[in-house]
């Protein structure tokens, strides 16, 4: 039996249940990981809340992103071998010290990246890697938009975009998140909560505005994000921190300049084996190398993973968070 937390019906982070598990032998194609650390990622609370619905149904153990070490490999698997460092960015499941798992979704660990590092960067850390490089081509010159850019996604994105030499902007929720923010690559930065996002935007580009707008807030800076883009720029709407958008219209993408619009996710983006080694790679290539640091800035035992959520959903949370089984 292990510890995990499972989830018996959808609510508040009060759901979130300590439990002891049973844990197989993997099957082919599975492997078991004991996990050493454990992502904390919003996702987690729209699959706690129910706005994502777990695919297996109630109950379930959720959690999607950790590191650890394999124990057993089952029939058929040779991407990995008993004792692999590995780590996985898009499996349910992950909030558990030990588990097995299809092999899919797991990948090596180079010996530069530390377990906390990889728990905490390969959901965020890929999203950011597809955001960047697939959803919109950023190029030197660019001037991007990154809508809460002191989170887990926000602070990657703004290092990543500008050492590919974009100027960015970014929006944050109090002085010290600025701070931080600017620490890690955006060149300006929004108080949307206290500032009108839209004109400061106008006023730092010029008249110019963006030629991309990576927004994880959703409801809350919808449609003013639009507002913030040159003709023909691209909506990058890739989360709902504050609530799924509920009136999205067609026709504005018109009447505010020919723009385009996406609702990406990460999953689409590493559904085959070569597009998750790729990703994983770029990825660890950045991180290893220093150009993208990964700041696990809050640490809780599994045990405490409500007031993890709490904390998430409080917006007292910058950069990454880690639950250690
Ligand atoms: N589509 C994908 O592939 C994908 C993958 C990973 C993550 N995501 C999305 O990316 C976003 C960021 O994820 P993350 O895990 O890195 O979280 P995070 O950015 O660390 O936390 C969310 C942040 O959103 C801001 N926020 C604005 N309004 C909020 C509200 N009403 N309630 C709570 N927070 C609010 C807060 O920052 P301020 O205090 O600065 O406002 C908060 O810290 C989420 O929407 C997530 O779903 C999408």
């Not at 089952?74 to 590995?86: I, K, L, N, Q």
């Not at 990657?156 to 010290?176: M, Y």
Request: glycine share 12%; aromatic share 6%.
């Amino acid at each position: 039996m292990v510890a995990a937390i499972r989830i018996h019906r959808n609510g508040g982070p009060e759901v979130l249940t300590l439990e002891d598990v049973a844990v197989g032998s993997p099957g082919p194609g599975e492997v078991r990981v004991r996990h050493t650390a454990v992502g904390l990622n919003f996702i987690d609370t729209y699959f706690r809340s129910g706005l994502y619905p777990a695919p297996g149904g109630l109950p379930f153990i959720p959690g999607n992103e950790a590191a650890g070490v394999v124990e057993e490999v089952g029939e058929g698997v040779t991407e990995v071998a008993v004792g692999d460092r590995v780590a996985y960015g898009s499996s349910l499941g992950a909030y558990c010290a030990a588990r097995v798992m299809p092999v899919a979704p797991l990948v090596k660990l180079p010996d530069s990246i530390a377990d906390q590092t990889a728990a905490a960067m390969m959901l965020k850390g890929m999203t950011a890697r597809y955001l960047l490089r697939q959803t919109f081509e950023v190029k030197p010159g660019h001037t991007i938009l990154v809508q809460a850019a002191a989170g887990g996604v926000g602070l990657l994105l703004c290092q990543w975009a500008a050492h590919i030499g974009a100027t960015v902007i970014g929006t944050v929720g109090s002085p010290e998140k600025a701070e931080l923010a600017r620490a890690n690559g955006a060149h300006h930065t929004i108080l949307y909560r206290d500032e009108d996002f839209v004109a400061r935007v106008r006023e730092i580009t010029e008249g110019r505005l963006c030629d991309v707008v990576y927004d994880g807030v959703g409801q809350a800076t919808y449609p003013a994000s639009l507002d913030c883009l040159r003709p023909r720029g691209l909506f990058a709407s890739f989360g709902n921190a504050s609530g799924a958008i509920q009136n999205f219209s067609l026709l504005a993408l018109s009447q505010k300049g020919s723009l385009y619009a996406t609702r990406p996710t990460l999953f689409t983006h590493v559904a085959t084996r070569p597009q998750l080694l790729e990703n994983a790679a770029d990825l660890f290539e950045v991180v290893a190398s220093g150009v993208v640091k990964v700041p696990v800035n809050q640490s809780y035992p599994l045990a405490e993973a409500a007031a993890a959520h709490g904390d998430l959903e409080g917006r007292r949370t910058t950069g990454s968070s880690v639950l250690i089984p």
